[in-house]
């Protein structure tokens, strides 16, 4: 696997989870980050103690094949993207930059709807007062 790949932007992105860039325990802290689970969780719902979990996730010892499945299941991750990085995993996580980008987006898209719904108040306003004078017109 290469080390960068090219963003929908064209622009190089680090591939976070590879193994250049990320460990088994970085692996293993992002899925479970993203299912919302605790280590507790995770160490109740594997029947393993915490520590286990925790020597895991720190890099400091690995689980067996049949806990790995377990794991890879209970996440929603392939064995091969908790054991390389690659395959079925988490998404990378969005940087400060694509945030502030995203929101400065969102942002001006508000103001345009904003611009827009007043514009249509306006006109609405204008067809109420049209559909008075009508309906006073005919009583």
């Known amino acids: 696997m290469t080390e960068n790949t090219t963003s929908d932007t064209g622009q190089d992105a680090t591939d976070w989870y590879s193994g250049d860039h990320a460990t088994f325990g970085d692996r293993l802290t ?20 915490l520590k286990t979990v925790q020597g895991w996730e720190n890099d400091t010892a690995e689980p067996r094949a049949n806990k790995l499945q377990m794991v890879a299941g209970l996440l929603n991750v392939s064995i091969r993207w908790l054991l390389t990085g690659e395959g079925e995993g988490v998404p990378e996580p969005v940087s400060a930059e694509d945030l502030a980008k995203d929101a400065q987006s969102l942002l001006r898209n508000m103001q345009e709807m904003r611009a827009q719904m007043t514009r249509l108040a306006s006109r609405m306003g204008k ?13």
């Open 127 to 139: 067809a109420e007062k049209q559909l008075r004078l009508i309906v006073k017109e005919t009583l």
């Open 30 to 49: 992002a899925a479970r980050d993203a299912q919302g689970m605790s280590q507790s969780e995770l160490a109740r719902r594997l029947g393993v103690k």
